[in-house]
């Protein structure tokens, strides 16, 4: 009788997910200039080499036409007191035939245990986000995480603080009166939350604030959520909430960004 009872409520979060899914793809989706690391500081604790390939898909025909791919690579390389990893990702969009969306990144972090609540990291990271003028932005930086989860197995928060010195190129800056080339130096203050809500899905949040030292009012916030369901022992459906907003964005660029996406992440 468990077992059946078990079966039942396993169905019933799959049904919850799905029509999670179908009204987020009812949902409109805009451009979004934020770089999503998720849960990466979530990986596996085994050691040795890891990763994760993910794809998101959407699209319409007929009266509204519009395609959008998503793919990303992430390779892990843990020892038993640090951690080294790569992310790849590339996004690319079309409505009525016409290029609507054009962005990518490549980031590298490495973390070394310090103690068991507290870690040291190093990151670089270079970007382009065409349809929000810019050509190309690289940032170094370092800072400590510190392990918040206190022993819970069943949920998991991390803080992180530090700094990061980048160098931004933006088009058309003789069009606006701007400078081409701008260096910024931030602070970096992040926090990862994640919880187990059953057996086969958890609930991952990430939250980034990036204030530039000699202007607090130029500052960015970033905010990634979602719900992550497996469906295969290493095949997962992840459905995500991607919310960006700059205080200080280049001319004709929004200053805040709300994406909706539905994919599935195959670990290795």
Do not use: C
């Amino acid at each position: 009788m468990t077992h059946v009872i078990g079966k039942h409520a396993e169905m019933k979060t799959l049904l919850i997910n799905t029509l999670f899914i179908l009204l987020i793809n009812t949902l409109p989706q805009s451009a979004l200039a934020i770089v999503n690391l998720d849960n990466l500081h979530l990986s596996s604790t085994n050691t040795g080499t890891s990763g994760k390939l993910k794809l998101n898909l959407s699209g319409d025909e007929g009266n509204n036409q519009n395609f959008r791919v998503k793919g990303a690579g992430i390779l892990n390389y843990r020892t038993v007191n640090a951690l080294s990893f790569l992310h790849a990702e590339h996004t690319y969009g079309e409505s009525f035939g016409e290029e609507n969306k054009n962005k990518s990144f490549v980031h590298a972090r490495y973390i070394r245990d310090v103690s068991r609540t507290k870690a040291w990291e190093i990151f670089a990271q270079i970007e382009q986000n065409k349809f929000a003028r810019l050509n190309y932005r690289g940032l170094i930086g370092s800072g400590l995480r510190f392990d918040l989860s206190d022993n819970n197995k069943s949920q998991r928060l991390f803080l992180g603080t530090g700094a990061f010195y980048s160098q931004e190129e933006i088009s058309n800056a003789s069009t606006f009166n701007e400078e081409k080339r701008q260096n910024f130096l931030r602070a970096n203050v992040y926090l990862i939350y994640q919880k187990n809500l059953s057996e086969n899905v958890s609930f991952y949040s990430t939250t980034y604030f990036q204030p530039a030292i000699d202007d607090p009012e130029d500052f960015r916030a970033l905010e990634v959520a979602g719900l992550k369901t497996k469906l295969l022992k290493n095949l997962n459906l992840v459905i995500a909430l991607e919310g960006a907003f700059d205080n200080h964005p280049p001319e004709e660029v929004d200053r805040k960004d709300i994406a909706y996406s539905t994919g599935i992440e195959y670990s290795f």
